[in-house]
RNA sequence: GGGUGCUUAGCUCAGUUGGUUAGAGCGCCUCGCUUACACCGAGGAGGUCGCAGGUUCGACCCCUGCAGCACCCACCA
């Protein structure tokens, strides 16, 4: 017997422990089975699980838990990415806040010491949460990106793409962090429009003082590293300066005006000052005019010996200094609001400086064009299909991706330089000696990789790549690539690159995208807004099944997901249902011992159609990545019909006799094939119910394993599912009218019952007429086949069937005589529409037979709804 | 500046190639503690499908324009 409820907190945790102890999860690489295999998009090491995660987990186990009860080979893997900057950022913090100190002051091996401490507590947090929600992965594979083999794999293809000269080193302009003192990627600048001003400053002419143009700029201190001013050659408002050279002002350094139709006469001034060294335009125009650059800033942006008695100050203070060194001066000339784009570190939030240096890059530009082929020749599928737009657009635009980072935690580049001649050695190993000069000396880069360079191996590298693994063989590629549109371009598409690049094969043939977490509100979840929703405290306080469920039912192919603790609340009341529901069947046939199945009831007929019909949608909707769809169709099931009608339809004393003592199956049979079916998305209610299963398939341990419901065609059967809907719908309208009337459910009325179209449709009620009395609350039911009877009201007139019930037994009737009188209206309308429709030569001549015949029968149908409606009217007044 | 997506019930969203009466969950209102479940049951109200045109026998769906919202990308100083 079951308890009265489920506690989730009580069991979970033990049901876990017992699909581990089973050993249930493991794939085998020599299985014979297809294989089906997803990677876990690695969560950073820096902290807790978020909604995002627990969306992430749900999905994917749904998906996994389903191919896997489908008799797959599935591989779900598990891992965690060490991340980089924000990984460092972290420790940096943390360490600032226990100890004061910095990184500097541990120095390299000692602050990565703490690094890798901080790793093992937080993988340990993040791997917990992730049994928690219930992931079936296998965690005899469990990877980290700093592993061995990740690491092995992350030098095999920087060495591999640099022998291809895929990979350079170069002096660019890249964007620099100044609180994480290191290059970004593109991606990894946010731009962001903050209000700003434009400030004119006077240029003079260069021997001639009185003579000047003026210059208008938002970053007035970056004039101390001014090359040149640069105007439109056909400006002709400049056209006098040709040739000649400006002063900078405030350093008296003469630069040239240099003519360059990149400038557009019609903003600002139309003369645009040219620093090189802080800005990517000023850095390309002076490229073309050969200008000598000037980086102004050490790595804290902070202004250097070039800045000559501004050196020492911020950007931000020697901004102030600057201008009113201008304005004493009287080089300033005005000041006007301005607002504009400034690039924000996206993991800091400190605005970044544009920093001429030497980095490493990965020519996207020609990895990109396999990785646009893939999606074109659909050889990967992006769900939702719009996605696929955004990825080309962005690929198709790709510009180098700046790969080095001035970081300590991460992936050491695997380059060596030559301490006395500079050769550059690339290898898995460090070099014995130059291989030009044979100098003993050299010397590892200091930088160390993109996280996303070694996440971008993920599916290979957690797989055994660049070994021939059998792993390698049996599960690449991959299956699905499950994640949020958050990072198509960080990871998906750099994981399509890469894989395709080193294996010659796509790394997956799905990417589904799924919405973005959100608050109730619509709001994006962030600590600083203190609106988080901790899926660990729901699951805690709700159930994780509740959660999940919440979560798949919620997985809209939409953008935006919002997550409320009433939703899951309401979500924990259909495993509620699910959970007592269970309790009344194995309350009743707990004793089942055999499957004995007697078709030849309506009843059973039914709900076996219906649980089959069921079935087909959910597998269809499963593989459409539909989960809102296929969550729906099996809450549906459960409680509007299996719950609401089947067993309400069986409790009757009598049907429930019969139904014990011939150990008839059907309730106990359709209940564990519906737990099977939803497994996937409430993994622990269902193993805990599937277990009390009196006809559970015995030779399995876990319903993990039991045999995902299929649609068997032969037990669906159209004619009674209509047939029994037109029953549900005579004791629907019973109670509707019982509901105009205001008749408390303990009167008991009589009703009469004609049929409009002949005796058939009266004949097949007849069996159920103690069911439509008991549900209906009827004293008695007759069925007539007369026409209109004079002494009853006629209450109800559905399609098919008038139901009338006795004078006697109604109370007042105005409000009745009004809806019947709207009602006469709008179906009077309803016919007129029909009837023209009918008439119309162009409709008969094009719509489909299927359309004209549905308009005859309906038209046939309100006909008669309409003179039933009219008789009654008059016969009442 | 370019791109993408959205606008359907009070809220969150479905609506599969244009075709009978546009759906679900929640919320709301009324009634009911009926021996699985009040975490429940029964019933009800609620929509000119953002606006304006067009195509069509027929449009939530296709086309054009407009409005509003969201997001992504982009170096205009």
Known sequence: MLESQFVPKDSES??????????????????????????????NVTGVLHMGHALTCTLEDILIR???MQGFNTLWVPGTDHAGIATQMVVERNLMKEEKKSRHDLGREKFLEKVWEWKEKSQETIISQMRKMGGSFDWSRLAFTLDENVSLAVKECFLRLYNEGLIFRDTAIIQWCPRCHTALSDLEVKFKEVPGKFWHIKYRLKGEPSQFLVVATTRPETLLGDTAVAVHPDDERYSSFHGK??????????????????????FGTGALKITPGHDPNDYIVGKRHHLPIISLMDENAILNQEAGSYRGLDRVKARQKVLEDLQNQQLLVKEEDHSHNVGHCDRCGTVVEPKVSKQWFVKAEELAQDAIRAVEKKEIRIVPEEWEKTYFEWMRNIRPWCISRQLWWGHRIPVWYCAKCEAVHVGLEAPKECSKCHHSSLKQDEDVLDTWFSSGLWPISTLGWPHESKDLNAFYPTSVLETGFDILFFWVARMIMLGMKMTGKIPFHTVYLHPMVRDEQGQKMSKTKGNVVDP????????????????????FHGRDMRVSEEGVENCKFFVNKIWNASRF????????????????????????????HIKEEVNRSLDQYRFFEAAQAI??????????WFIEFIKSKEELELRKSSKESTAVQVLEEALRLLHPFMPFVTEKLWQEMPLRDQTKVSICITQYPETDKSKISQETEDKLGRVIRLIEQIRTTRGVHQLSPAVEITISVTSLVGEGLLKELIPFKELIKKLGKLKEIEFIQTEFPKETHLSVIMRDLKLFIPKTDLGDLTQELARKKKELVEKTEALRRAEEKLRNERFMNSAPQAVRD???KQKTELKREVEALQQYLEDLS
């Open 14 to 43: 033990s049901i876990y422990e017992f699909w581990l102890k089973h050993d249930l999860f493991k794939a085998d690489p020599e299985s014979k089975a297809p294989t089906y295999t997803i990677v876990f998009p690695p969560p």
């Open 66 to 68: 389903r191919k896997r």
């Open 245 to 266: 050279e400006v002063m900078v002002p405030l350093v008296g350094r003469a630069i040239p005006v240099v003519l360059d139709s990149y400038v557009d006469p019609k």
């Open 536 to 555: 660990l405290e729901i699951s805690d306080r709700l159930g994780t099944d509740a959660l999940r469920f919440f979560l798949s039912w919620n997985a």
């Open 585 to 612: 069947v194995l309350m009743h046939f707990s004793d089942v011992k055999e499957s004995k199945i007697d078709l030849s009831n309506e009843i059973n007929r039914w709900i076996w159609s219906r649980l089959n």
């Open 635 to 644: 809450y549906h099931f459960i409680w509007s019909e299996y719950c609401d």
């Open 854 to 856: 549905g308009v005859v």
